[in-house]
């Protein structure tokens, strides 16, 4: 029987994980479909029996069902636990279904080369940063805080993943210049007014690196206001295609290429590709 794999969300009609999967099937030759699949508030467990029983190979998992999934499969590796969601389902030889977390280990790839001695701020206490905090702590990284509007978040973030230091927004702010890699999941990095992002930047490392979970647009407000300082500056672009190439390559045992992918889906997205 033809493999197929998919993504399922609600909504879903804007992912690009279809074409980018599709892309890579037909790059490495394998003979196989990967579809967008819209779940209906209420309708979760049902899609899930429905992918299994229609033999599924494999699926994606969206907003907002990444922690409701979990009681319908049949183990959790590690790598969701840690972050209590999942975002990639795969089926094993003996036709179990396992959930794992991509997400993490996809951004932390999109950084490149990076020292695990750096200090790392992540803005926000979220489910995404959560997935990053604890990819971070698997990879080596020790020096790590979390500052979040709601200080208690923060805080509960790091006893939960028994890493980090949790801070206020202030006291981030404060010491800015401390850190090497800061990494911004809130939604408050959208707003159009300097003076509504979560932090200002003016005290930032020189040579830091600055990173958006978003990828539309390429250039959030947030990176704009980092680039008026002599920093890198790195969108969710990469940490959408490392962590669907990660989802690849436990379905079909393959890497598929991030390099290719990232040019064109810049393009795509109306960005100017360049090769890092």
Same mark, same amino acid.
């Given at each position: ?13 804007? !992912? ?21 699949? @819209?779940?209906?508030?209420? #309708? ?46 795969? #089926? ?5 279904? =396992? $959930?794992? +977390?991509?997400? $993490?280990?996809?951004?932390?790839? !999109? ?6 001695? +750096?200090?790392? &701020? ?8 959560? $997935?990053?905090? %604890?990819?971070?702590?698997? !990879?080596?990284?020790? %020096? ?8 208690? +978040? ?12 949790? &801070?206020?927004? @202030? ?19 959208? #707003?159009? @007014? ?8 003016? /005290?930032?490392?020189? %040579? ?6 978003? *990828? /539309?647009?390429? =250039? ?8 008026? *300082? ?11 295609? %490392? @962590? ?7 379905? +079909? ?24």
């Amino acid at each position: 029987m033809k493999k197929w794999f998919a993504v399922i969300g609600n909504p879903i009609s804007h !992912s690009l994980s279809p074409f980018m999967h599709e892309t890579w099937l037909q790059e490495n030759n394998i003979d196989a479909s990967y579809i967008p699949i @819209q779940v209906e508030e209420g #309708k979760l467990e049902d899609a899930v029996k429905g992918l299994k029983l229609l033999g599924c190979s494999g699926w994606n998992v969206t907003v907002p069902y990444k922690e409701a999934i979990i009681p319908f499969l049949d183990e959790i590796d590690d790598s969701a636990k840690g972050v209590g969601a999942v975002n990639t389902v795969v #089926k094993t030889e003996d036709n179990r279904f =396992v $959930g794992y +977390n991509t997400d $993490g280990l996809g951004f932390i790839q !999109s950084l490149g080369e990076i020292q695990s001695e +750096n200090r790392v &701020l992540i803005i926000g206490a979220g489910g995404a940063a959560r $997935g990053i905090v %604890h990819a971070l702590k698997q !990879s080596g990284f020790h %020096h790590l805080y979390v500052a979040n509007r709601t200080y208690l +978040n923060a805080e509960k973030l790091t006893l939960d993943a028994q890493a980090g230091q949790a &801070l206020t927004l @202030q006291e981030a702010e404060a010491k800015l210049g401390h850190f090497d890699i800061i990494i911004q999941t809130t939604p408050q990095g959208m #707003k159009n @007014q300097a003076e509504s992002l979560p932090i200002r930047l003016n /005290n930032i490392k020189e %040579h830091a690196i600055v990173a958006d979970i978003v *990828y /539309n647009p390429l =250039v959030t407000p947030f990176l704009e206001e980092a680039r008026k *300082y002599n920093v890198r500056t790195i969108n969710g672009l990469g940490m959408l295609i %490392h @962590q669907g190439a990660i989802a690849f390559s436990y379905w +079909n045992g393959i890497n598929p290429s991030s390099d290719k992918m990232m040019e064109r889906l810049t393009m795509q997205l109306g960005g100017n590709y360049v090769n890092r």
